[in-house]
């Protein structure tokens, strides 16, 4: 009940393609579903972050779409470019501030 | 650009030895969290406290890891003995938790640990 599965495990798009990965979740209690962005050698850091009570959160090319009642939520990259290729993570946190992170995305955008 | 600091960046030790990993949380966040990163097993939370008291540590192996936070601005983890299979990155990530909801974590680059 804790798992979060997250797919594809990699991902090839081409430069100004859309990018979609995929999340999904078991535990009704989670109410906080962040995703991270990750380069080689540095920490995941925050990218775009949404509550269950929003169905679609947009931050410039970045928006996450949530289905409460499918438990699944997803990140869209818009118009991707060769710098968004990173690995990235969806995760699902609790009301006590623990996150669970999804199992990773490699990214990777080509010219 | 308020960060995460974390000591070393990189550790390379022999089996058996006393490995202690630093971090520094960001001033003013109340919550502090350790987390490792492995190919296999992904990001998995070891322990984290809040307010420098320990709120859950299952994700932690009690008889060789432990963890503390002397003060509010250092958080340290110890492996002792440490063993192979511990090679890792290990990640350290602060916040401020209200313990109501969950709120945004911010890592450091982690310690890149090797134990031959």
């Known amino acids: 009940q804790q798992q979060v599965k997250q797919s594809p495990q990699s991902l090839i798009v081409q430069k100004g393609g859309i990018s979609i990965i995929n999340c999904a979740y078991e535990?009704?209690?989670?109410?906080?579903f962040p995703w991270y962005q990750q380069f080689p050698g540095k920490g995941p850091a925050l990218l775009i972050a949404?509550?269950?009570?929003?169905s679609e959160k947009k931050e410039g090319r970045f928006t996450i779409s949530f289905n409460k009642s499918a438990k699944q939520f997803s990140l869209h990259i818009m118009d991707s470019q060769p710098g968004d290729s990173a690995t990235y993570f969806c995760?699902?946190?609790?009301?006590?501030?623990?996150?669970?992170f999804g199992q990773g995305t490699e990214l990777s955008v080509k010219p | 650009d308020a960060r995460v600091t974390q000591t070393p960046r990189h550790k390379v030790t022999e089996m058996g030895q006393e490995v202690t990993m630093r971090c520094q949380p960001i001033l003013g966040h109340n919550t502090v969290f350790w987390y490792r990163q492995t190919m296999m097993q992904g990001l998995e939370l070891l322990a984290y406290?809040?307010?420098?008291?320990?709120?859950?540590d299952s994700g932690m192996p009690k008889d060789r890891f432990s963890a503390e936070m002397p003060d509010a601005t250092l958080a340290t983890l110890k492996i002792q003995p440490s063993e192979p299979r511990d090679s890792a990155v290990y990640f350290c990530?602060?916040?401020?938790?209200?313990?109501?909801?969950?709120?945004?974590?911010?890592f450091g680059d982690g310690t890149r640990l090797s134990i031959l």
């Open positions: 406290f809040r307010n420098r008291a320990p709120l859950d």
């Open positions: 995760a699902a946190g609790d009301q006590g501030g623990k996150l669970i």
């Open positions: 990530a602060s916040g401020l938790g209200t313990g109501v909801s969950n709120q945004p974590q911010h």
């Open positions: 949404i509550r269950p009570d929003v």
């Open positions: 535990n009704t209690a989670f109410d906080y």
